[in-house]
């Protein structure tokens, strides 16, 4: 039910903050198109925990703005990379463990080593992921275990944390 | 009081347009830098690297400058839809690329390039 109704706050949001529009008409069509929606994802079986991810909100909210200023951090790094009179990389390749136990911690690890610039994850296998990494400074397993940390707080349930 | 705050209304109303401007024109520079790295740096994995500079940064100010000088609420909103699935969906591209490239077997270029490298030429 909760998963039900934090789908239609979200659909009812996205509708109301795209279109502008507020008279009967539009709202008629709008209520309509959301409760079309509503139908199909109930017969698609998708009202569930990844097609209304709202629980681990806050938690996440927590996460981001420490990620953006991981994210700017690194930006920098790869800024003055590319703009050295001369080329000093060190293309490096690394294995990390990573302690996160759900799929979504993982993907959330994952994609953070990614989007910060100068790593990226090629590959996950199990707890294991393939960093690719532009410094070998940079691509220490010992530089990833706070973001490590932090994914398993915001993203596993408490009972499967260590 | 109340003309304390329309006061701070008239200047925020004033200076969100140069601020803006700023803040695309900051982007822009950013995605150029980043080119000359794509350009400069030796192979595909560390050219991403380059690349990536213009996903997060790049397109984060210029939608952060658009989203200064937005008209009304109803922009922001579109914004910030386009900033969340940008956030989304960059490193989910990038990383499908680079393991489309390791699952193809292409070697990436590892250890010293260039400066910190004396035998390397480039």
Known sequence: MAYFLGLLAALVAFWLGNSGHYK????????ASV?????????????????????RLPQLMKYYPWLAVEVVK??????????????DITPTLAKIKTTCKTDLARVTFANSITMTPGTVTVEIEGDKLLVHGLYESGTEPEGFIEMDKRCAAACDPKETRA | MGDFF???GNFWEFLRHPLGGVACLAGGLLCIVSAIGVLRFPDFYTRLH???????????????????????????????CIFIFLFLT????????V????????????????????????
């Open chain 1, 24 to 31: 009967p008409l539009m709202l008629g069509f709008g209520g």
């Open chain 1, 35 to 55: 409760l079309l929606t509503m139908i199909l994802a109930y017969r698609l079986d998708i009202i569930d925990r990844e097609g209304a991810p709202y629980v």
């Open chain 1, 74 to 87: 690194s930006n920098w790094v790869v800024i003055r990379a590319c703009l050295r009179a001369d080329l």
């Open chain 2, 6 to 8: 329309a006061n701070i």
């Open chain 2, 50 to 80: 380059a690349a990536s500079v213009t996903d997060t940064s790049g397109a984060a100010l210029i939608l952060i400058g658009m989203a200064l000088m937005a008209p009304n609420w109803l922009v922001l909103v579109k914004l910030l």
């Open chain 2, 90 to 97: 960059s490193p989910t591209a990038s990383h499908a690329l």
């Open chain 2, 99 to 122: 393991n489309a490239a390791h699952v193809a077997g292409l070697q990436p270029r590892i250890g010293p390039v260039g400066a910190a490298n004396p035998e390397d030429e480039a």
